[in-house]
């Protein structure tokens, strides 16, 4: 297992401003994840972090708006830009192994509100 | 494109009753089957999990059996606990690492 922690847990923001939320791990691992997760809703895929190159975004996300960084196996970023009412959600960070055949573990969110 | 279909909510269960999750899902190849579970005010986290056709994940008293020839991983409980009220999401592991997850079944259980 990994125990994660994400900074911050939670924030309010203005509509046109950026926010960053950090990930960290308690252990090296192959894989970081980014979802968001509408209340009551399932988890959307943002993108994976790669180490040392870009991250790979699913449709609909786009590296302009939601810019990751991942400068080492045990930590990662996502930021939110130009943020907007519509990206108020919750945002998880989730790790995995292929040895451990890539059972997730989550962060526990990021709640972001934007006025 | 690979997706899941996971049995509707919310439900609702009297103690001891016996749990059924339907999820069923589409996949190229042979991916990793997982459940995962979301009690109220807490985080994500793993609940069981099936890696090749015919393994049965258990946790908690909870099991699912990986399917191959329907495509499925039902998950079940013989007796659910006021404890078991949670949201469950079914999640294959299907592109390099990823998981599709289902839109989750919020599961109550009165005493």
């Known amino acids: 297992s990994a125990v994660i922690s994400q900074k911050p847990s939670r924030d309010i923001c203005q509509r046109g401003t950026s926010l960053t939320i950090q990930c960290q791990v308690d252990?090296?691992?192959?894989?970081m994840f980014w979802y968001r997760q509408q209340p009551g809703q399932s988890l959307t895929l943002i993108a994976t972090a790669n180490q040392g190159s870009e991250a790979t975004y699913e449709s609909g996300f786009v590296i302009d708006k939601f810019p990751i960084s991942r400068p080492n196996l045990t930590f990662s970023t996502l930021t939110v830009s130009n943020m907007s009412p519509e990206d108020s959600s919750i945002y998880l960070c989730s790790v995995a192994n292929w040895w451990a055949q890539y059972e997730q573990y989550f962060g526990p969110g990021t709640r972001l509100t934007v006025t | 494109g690979d997706s899941v279909t996971q049995m509707e909510g919310p439900v609702t269960l009297s103690e001891e009753a016996f749990l059924t999750i339907n999820c069923t899902y589409t996949?190229?190849?042979?991916?990793?089957l997982f459940w995962y579970v979301q009690y109220p005010g807490e985080g994500l986290q793993l609940l069981l999990k099936a890696t090749k056709a015919d393994d049965k994940g258990s946790n908690k008293g909870f099991e699912a059996t990986y399917r191959k020839e329907t495509t499925s991983f039902h998950l079940e409980k013989g007796s659910v606990q006021v404890s078991d009220s949670a949201v469950y999401f079914c999640?294959?592991?299907?592109?390099?690492?990823?998981?599709?997850f289902g839109d989750g079944t919020t599961l109550t259980v009165k005493p």
């Open positions: 999640a294959p592991n299907t592109n390099a690492g990823k998981s599709t």
């Open positions: 252990s090296q691992v192959t894989m």
């Open positions: 996949a190229t190849g042979y991916p990793s």
